[in-house]
């Protein structure tokens, strides 16, 4: 194959990669409208009245190790993250407004645009005061590129006004009103309870986390959003590993198990993953 029609078939690839997490990315957008609080209760309320025993996939655990290693292995591919974010903020509160925004702007945008437009806030020493002075514009041109960028800027100075208003400068400590402010759905919420103030209150959810989960068998059924999805992982998975599960999963998308064309073949899952194209092929062995 000549090196134009190696160069071409990469940029299909990543052409219908981005088609892939865009598509993906509004479909979550538009089902985090979902109430999380009513859809967790009818969903426990099910869950406790089963008299069934508690499912959990088979290999899990080899599955969740294998993913940890490969973490390690591939760590100089891995972008800088949302849960990065404020760590050389000394102010409690404006860590946690900077955390809040960062995953306001990570949706449909790449961690490396979400970091970059984070970095220029903070050059300008952003706050909420700074955010209800700064003229809407003037903000959406700090964040630009980001996906919907003049949306998000509007939805950053309506939650400073809330914060304002409502929280003597803070964010919220509760998933329910972390989810009534603008922009903010379950995701970022949980995400939110974890980054910003260190509490493990539910797995986040994002395209990576439901894809993967598909991918390894990790879900009774085929979840179509990613409420569904979180409740059914938050089902068997240790509560411990709750806050530790999209960081590692996100990254693991990132640098391994790819929206079109999976690294399967260097994946150490691949002889354990119901999805896996590169599966070893087995040799009988002739016993003396």
């Known amino acids: ?17 981005h088609v892939v997490q865009t598509v993906m990315s509004k479909y979550f957008e538009k089902s985090e409208t979902i109430n999380p609080i009513e859809t967790e209760r009818n969903i426990r309320k099910r869950q406790k009245t089963s008299d069934e025993p508690k499912w959990q996939p088979p290999n899990w655990k080899e599955q969740w190790e294998n993913i940890l290693a490969m973490r390690i292995r591939n760590k100089d591919l891995e972008p800088r993250g949302c849960d990065t974010v404020g760590d050389n903020i000394t102010d409690d509160k404006i860590r946690r407004l900077h955390v809040l925004v960062s ?10 645009m979400t970091i ?41 100075k309506q939650t400073c006004q809330i914060l304002r208003d409502k929280y003597n400068d803070d964010i919220p400590n509760t998933i329910t009103d972390l989810c009534a402010l603008p922009g903010v759905g379950p995701k970022m919420a949980y995400l939110a309870m974890d980054f910003a103030w260190k509490s493990n209150q539910g797995i986040g959810v994002d395209v990576h986390v439901h894809r993967i989960s598909h991918r390894l068998g990790w879900l009774r059924y085929d979840t179509k959003t990613p409420e569904q999805t979180r409740l059914e992982l938050e089902s068997w998975i240790p509560r411990d590993l709750w806050d530790k599960i999209n960081h590692n999963m996100v990254r693991f998308g990132q640098t391994q198990c790819y929206p079109v064309r999976p690294r399967c073949p260097t994946c150490l899952n691949r002889n354990i993953c119901p999805a896996s194209t590169s599966k070893d092929k087995t040799k009988n062995v002739k016993q003396e």
């Open 1 to 17: 194959m000549s090196k134009n029609n190696n160069r071409n078939k990469r940029k299909t690839d990543a052409d219908k990669e």
């Open 103 to 112: 995953l306001m702007l990570s949706s449909q945008t790449k961690d490396t």
């Open 116 to 156: 970059a437009a984070m970095d220029r806030l903070y050059d300008v020493d952003f706050n909420i005061q700074y955010a209800l002075d700064v003229d809407v514009d003037d903000l959406a041109k700090i964040i630009y590129p980001v996906g919907f960028w003049r949306r998000k800027a509007q939805y950053i």
